[in-house]
């Protein structure tokens, strides 16, 4: 018997908050498996510089390269506004991402940012299509 319309939104809800939960734990983690799985073959990418980024393989060969910059990071995300339409979502969430450099451990990036994330169900799981930053601020701090 098939689920009804409330118990499959309550369902693809916590699905798509999924996906950001996992893209989060797999940057902090640095596990570029599940980071990649995270996004659609063909997403695009805005908002992380001037640059536009086609493609799950081309964006993840770009964190992986940015990350080298950064020792531990923590992204942290707020509750995840979502419009749901059948296998197509529209999201919205804060994010507030800490960084330690790498060349300077006791100097900090702190970014309020949010992430605009259309997601669609492929093959069963839900995966980004488009994914953009909306950088709200940033502050560098020195512990020295």
Request: glycine share 6%; charged share 25%; proline share 2%.
């Amino acid at each position: 018997m098939g689920k009804d319309m409330s118990e499959q939104n309550a369902a693809d809800r916590f699905a798509v908050q999924d996906v950001l939960l996992n893209y989060t734990c797999a940057v902090d983690e640095r596990d570029m498996v599940q980071y990649r799985n995270c996004f659609a073959d063909d997403v695009e990418v805005v908002g992380f510089g001037e640059e536009v980024f086609h493609g799950g393989d081309v964006w993840t060969e770009y964190v992986t390269e940015a990350l080298k910059a950064y020792g531990p990071t923590q992204h942290m995300l707020g509750p995840m506004f979502a419009k749901i339409d059948g296998d197509v979502a529209h999201t919205r969430t804060d994010v507030q991402a800490h960084h330690y450099l790498i060349d300077a451990p006791k100097t900090t990036l702190t970014l309020w940012a949010t992430y605009k994330s259309d997601m669609k169900k492929i093959d069963g799981e839900w995966k980004i299509t488009r994914h953009e930053l909306v950088s709200r601020g940033t502050r560098i701090q020195s512990d020295q």
